[in-house]
């Protein structure tokens, strides 16, 4: 016979189980913000975040990791809630976006690879030029722009065929 009592009374004080999720959520937040960025693929950090979270906070609801279904469900509020806290703040503040989703970072410009960026993303130039060879460029003198996006893909803009770096320059253009 089931214990009801045991099922849906928390075991856990909400107040422990308030803090132990904020600060699980936030400190892999930062970690995966910091760290992790390029390794999170086309997922947002935040998105692989919840979902793993979640999982792991909702099975152990489930599965008796807590004694009580409430203190699972509870830890599943609390980090949807700090999800959606960090989206909104996002949201309405431009220089919490900047925290919260970083921007793109360039990693070639005119040609020309900007080493301390590559550097600080731990990017070798062999990962740098098999990306380009992905996306059909042989030569860094065709690459206008390389760009790491906030979700860790990259982005190449080509420059016009025929139109290279010294072309450019001879009309005032940048150089």
């Known amino acids: 016979m089931a214990d009801w009592q045991e099922v849906f009374v928390p075991d856990t004080p909400l107040l422990e189980i308030v803090v132990r999720g904020s600060?699980?959520?936030?400190?892999?937040f930062t970690l995966?913000?910091?760290?992790?960025?390029?390794?999170?693929?086309?997922?947002?950090?935040?998105?692989?975040?919840?979902?793993v979270l979640l999982?792991?906070?909702?099975?152990?609801?489930?599965?008796g990791g807590y004694d009580s279904v409430t203190d699972g469900v509870l830890l599943v509020g609390v980090i949807i809630?700090?999800?959606?806290?960090?989206n909104a703040v996002a949201y309405r503040w431009q220089a919490a976006?900047?925290?919260?989703?970083?921007?793109?970072l360039v990693l070639v410009?005119?040609?020309?690879?900007?080493?301390?960026?590559?550097?600080?993303?731990?990017?070798t130039n062999e990962e740098l030029h098999t990306l380009l060879r992905e996306q059909g460029v042989v030569d860094l003198d065709q690459v206008r722009e390389v760009r790491m996006e906030a979700d860790g893909r990259f982005s190449v803009t080509t420059r016009?065929?025929?139109?290279?770096?010294?072309?450019?320059?001879?009309?005032?253009?940048l150089g």
Request: hydrophobic share 40%; aromatic share 4%.
């Open 55 to 63: 999982a792991d906070a909702a099975q152990n609801g489930m599965s």
């Open 81 to 86: 809630g700090w999800s959606y806290l960090l």
């Open 160 to 173: 016009t065929p025929g139109r290279l770096r010294n072309d450019r320059d001879e009309r005032g253009g």
């Open 32 to 51: 995966l913000r910091v760290i992790l960025k390029r390794e999170s693929g086309t997922t947002g950090v935040t998105d692989l975040l919840v979902i």
């Open 97 to 104: 976006a900047r925290l919260i989703r970083p921007g793109s």
């Open 109 to 123: 410009r005119d040609g020309q690879v900007v080493r301390g960026n590559m550097r600080r993303e731990l990017i």
């Open 23 to 28: 600060v699980m959520y936030l400190a892999l």
